[in-house]
């Protein structure tokens, strides 16, 4: 579905951090393994139907500091055809980008057709971290919020699939992945500096959320907040929001045979196989 310029619609709905008072969890450990292949190869063959037609698609990935981004993109890529995807990791701009409009740097990042864009962090820290730390000024993420909207209208009418997904725990899970990282030597590296001043502004970026929420959620490409107080409910989630979103509107069979391939096969291989007009 494309839309135009006036249908930049938000979602009539509040979306909030701690709504529920049920974390949901997955404890069994045969049963996550089931789940997890079986929407792996769901997602390899959106995957597969989106190179052969020539789509692109942008997943976007934001939340909390050791919410699990980075296992779920790797549960997410793990099974993908790597010539079909690429993870951008966002981090602090460099000087040159800098002295551009902070959307620069992500339209050089854009998919190629055929390609999957996986963002870990993106355009929205702009009117999270940029809000919260004061790296942009107020009438800065204050408009930034339109911007984002007409950015993601423009790359949907370009035939752009958005998917949005925020990652939420709550403050004492992330103490207790911050207390994890610590005492791992193999995962101290991932504990930094800026993780443990951001929490002191836990209510702050709580507040931004909320606003990105109610001025980006909106009805072409909506946000979905996954409950990831449990590691592996939470990669389940994932795999199925962005499997059911991508195939959406889409045609998922596999490409037919090309005659030409099989009668090569037969003639040069001694291989009978079935021509394209057979089930």
């Known amino acids: 579905m494309k839309y135009g310029v006036s249908d930049i619609v938000l979602q009539n709905r509040k979306i909030r951090l701690d709504e529920e008072t049920h974390v949901p969890a997955l404890d069994d450990k045969a049963r996550y393994q089931h789940l997890l292949k ?93 809000r919260v730390e004061e790296f942009a000024s107020e009438p800065q993420w204050q408009r930034a919020y339109q911007e984002i909207n007409e950015y993601e209208r423009m790359l949907i009418d370009d035939e752009v699939k958005i998917i949005k997904i925020f990652m939420h725990i709550s403050a004492g899970e992330q103490l207790n992945r911050f207390e994890e990282r610590l005492h791992n030597p193999y995962k101290r590296w991932k504990l930094t500096e800026e993780d443990i001043r951001n929490r002191a502004k836990w209510h702050q970026y709580e507040a931004a959320i909320h606003d990105m929420f109610d001025r980006t959620d909106t009805v072409a490409a909506p946000w979905t ?55």
């Open 225 to 279: 907040k996954i409950h990831a107080e449990h590691k592996w409910y939470a990669r389940i989630e994932v795999i199925k929001t962005i499997v059911k979103a991508l195939r959406e509107d889409v045609d998922i069979s596999p490409p037919p045979l090309d005659e030409n391939i099989i009668r090569l096969a037969e003639q040069k291989l001694g291989l009978e196989l079935p021509s394209t007009d057979q089930p």
């Open 38 to 130: 079986k929407w792996q190869k769901k997602l390899l063959h959106v995957q597969q139907a989106y190179f052969h037609q020539g789509r692109r698609a942008i997943v976007v990935f934001e939340g909390w500091d050791a919410s699990g981004k980075g296992g779920a993109i790797r549960r997410l890529t793990e099974k993908l055809d790597p010539r079909g995807f690429v993870v951008h990791p966002i981090a602090t701009p460099t000087a040159v980008e800098q002295g551009r409009h902070y959307l620069y740097r992500f339209q050089t990042r854009l998919p190629k057709p055929g390609r999957i864009a996986i963002f870990d962090r993106s355009w929205y820290g702009r009117v999270l971290v940029e």
